[in-house]
């Protein structure tokens, strides 16, 4: 019913930055929140940054300052834009979002597939 689709993954250098997009289509009425969480390989997955509709962020302590979430709503996409990236910022990063399909109380939470950010020299 909904599609989470990510994309800006890749290698990038210690020191660079990337910029991740993530869409979501398909049976939307509204949504609530958006995020995005990071999982290294042989860790769980952690929040990295969430941000609502009315634009309130929330962001993992150890990541403010260098990554920066926002959203388009007219578009129902979200995005992570990250700086000064480290060799510990290697995961694969999942869009989340709450949404709505229809009026009423009842949300659901979806995944995208994951795109991969590697930062190696």
């Known amino acids: 019913q909904v599609q989470l689709v990510e994309s800006g993954g890749g290698l990038v250098q210690p020191g660079g930055s990337l910029r991740l997009s993530c869409a979501a289509s398909?049976?939307?009425?509204?949504?609530?929140?958006m995020g995005w969480y990071r999982q290294a390989p042989g860790k769980q997955r952690e929040l990295v940054a969430t941000i609502t509709s009315g634009g309130t962020t929330n962001y993992a302590d150890s990541l403010k300052g260098r990554f920066t979430i926002s959203r388009d709503n007219a578009k129902n996409t979200v995005y992570l834009q990250m700086n000064s990236l480290k060799p510990e910022d290697t995961a694969v990063y999942y869009c989340?979002?709450?949404?709505?399909?229809?009026?009423?109380?009842?949300?659901?939470?979806?995944w995208g597939q994951g795109t991969q950010v590697t930062v190696s020299s």
């Open positions: 398909g049976s939307i009425f509204s949504i609530n929140a």
């Open positions: 989340n979002a709450i949404i709505r399909h229809m009026p009423g109380p009842y949300e659901y939470n979806y």
